[in-house]
């Protein structure tokens, strides 16, 4: 796989359900409509999320969820142990989404893992820490860093301490 349909890949798993949930932005299409899913049914800015325990600091505006946290988006799961979402205190809008803890993503074929994934809307980008690793069960193809960024308005991918390993021969759906 490209390192382009990797950057891609990292970029759907990881930041189309924050991208969607802090509709409405500005009018150009970017990357929901790029990124859009065809098989999902329903609201497509709904995000669900669930957990052990939910707590809210009105004075910060914070949602934190902990233990056995796990975020739906049609096909997208995201399971981790901790998640924190920020708002703007004026218009609701997610400024900031920390997930940390064991986070694994996947939304089909595709898969991510790290210890850390911080989503910054205004920047428009994801920043994965801690061993983080992305990959395509389907083409067994997986990009490994010290530190992946992924800035989704210019579509481009930055990976620290960089690694591809394309693997050849291995039965689909397993894990490389």
Not at 28 to 53: F, H, M, N
Not at 79 to 94: G, K, Q, T, W
Not at 146 to 157: A, G, N, P, S
Request: proline share 4%; with cysteine; charged share 30%.
């Amino acid at each position: 796989m490209p390192l382009q349909q990797i950057a891609i890949v990292v970029a759907a798993v990881l930041a189309l359900p924050v991208y969607i949930a802090s509709q409405p932005q500005s009018d150009k299409p970017a990357i929901s409509e790029r990124l859009q899913q065809s098989d999902c049914e329903g609201s497509e800015a709904t995000l669900d999320v669930t957990s052990e325990q939910m707590t809210f600091d009105q004075d910060t505006n914070t949602f934190i969820f902990k233990e056995r946290v796990r975020v739906t988006r049609c096909s997208l799961i995201i399971d981790c142990d901790h998640l924190r979402v920020v708002r703007d205190a004026d218009d609701n809008r997610i400024k900031h989404i920390i997930a940390t803890g064991n986070v694994r993503f996947q939304d089909g074929t595709r898969h991510a893992v790290a210890e850390r994934a911080d989503y910054y809307e205004a920047d428009q980008k994801l920043v994965l820490v801690g061993n983080p690793r992305a990959w395509d069960s389907a083409e067994q193809n997986e990009l490994i860093g010290d530190e992946i960024i992924v800035f989704l308005e210019e579509e481009r991918i930055l990976v620290k301490g960089a690694r591809v390993r394309f693997h050849e021969n291995q039965s689909p759906g397993s894990e490389p």
